[in-house]
T-cell receptor, first 111, second 119 residues
């Protein structure tokens, strides 16, 4: 079945640093790929998504490109802020309306 | 405001005492699902429902029950809770029918979570 592997955290960065959180997937067919973000004390919320190869999802300065050749969907941001401190989840879906989540990567941004 | 509402936010109970966590959404979504979140394991699906009276097991259904008698509500029932069910629980919903090709790509809308402790 489909699976997602994302980098272990925590990731600690200084404000304005460049962020990359790696995510790779295994899947049959043509899955959709997502990044969700979880702020303290809240549920997950969609950050961005891509539904086919070479699509780039973007939102709030974050970007991720669906790379079928490397089965990757790495999350990037050029300049992080303290308010970006959260847990980030990579996810994929199968054709049966099932989401598969990665284990989450905690990001801490220091002022 | 479009939202998924879970109650309670925090619950401490004892082994074997039946409990229900409620979940309600006001977006007329067909799909609803329950997840548990544990450190190092991410989110794991417990049960899901494609519509009223249609439910199915996820990856970790043991010890849980659900029902879907109305479209908006999807309660999670623990008939006899045990300490290994101590976890953070999330309810989520989404519309069905936005899949492109063979892939389901509707985003999930999550509640704020229920932190359950079973002693």
């Amino acid at each position: 079945g489909n699976s997602v592997t994302q980098m272990e955290g925590p990731v600690t960065l200084s404000e304005e640093a460049f962020l990359t959180i790696n995510c790779t997937y295994t899947a049959t067919g043509y899955p959709s790929l997502f990044w969700y973000v979880q702020y303290p004390g809240e549920g997950l919320q969609l950050l961005l998504k891509a539904t086919k190869a070479d699509d780039k999802g973007s939102n709030k300065g974050f970007e991720a490109t669906y790379r079928k050749e490397t089965t990757s969907f790495h999350l990037e941001k050029g300049s992080v802020q303290v308010s970006d401190s959260a847990v980030y989840f990579c996810a994929t879906t199968s054709g049966t309306y099932k989401y598969i989540f990665g284990t989450g990567t905690r990001l801490k941004v220091l002022a | 405001e479009a939202q998924v509402t879970q109650n309670p936010r925090y619950l401490i109970t004892v082994t074997g005492k039946k409990l229900t966590v409620t979940c309600s959404q006001n977006m007329n979504h067909e799909y609803m699902s329950w997840y548990r979140q544990d450190p190092g394991l991410g989110l794991r699906q417990i049960y899901y429902s494609m519509n009223v009276e249609v439910t199915d097991k996820g990856d970790v259904p043991e010890g849980y029950k659900v029902s879907r008698k109305e479209k908006r509500n999807f309660p999670l029932i623990l008939e006899s809770p045990s300490p290994n069910q101590t976890s953070l629980y999330f309810c989520a919903s989404s519309p069905i029918g936005q899949g492109g090709g063979s892939s389901y790509n509707s985003p999930l809308h999550f509640g704020n979570g229920t932190r359950l402790t079973v002693t």
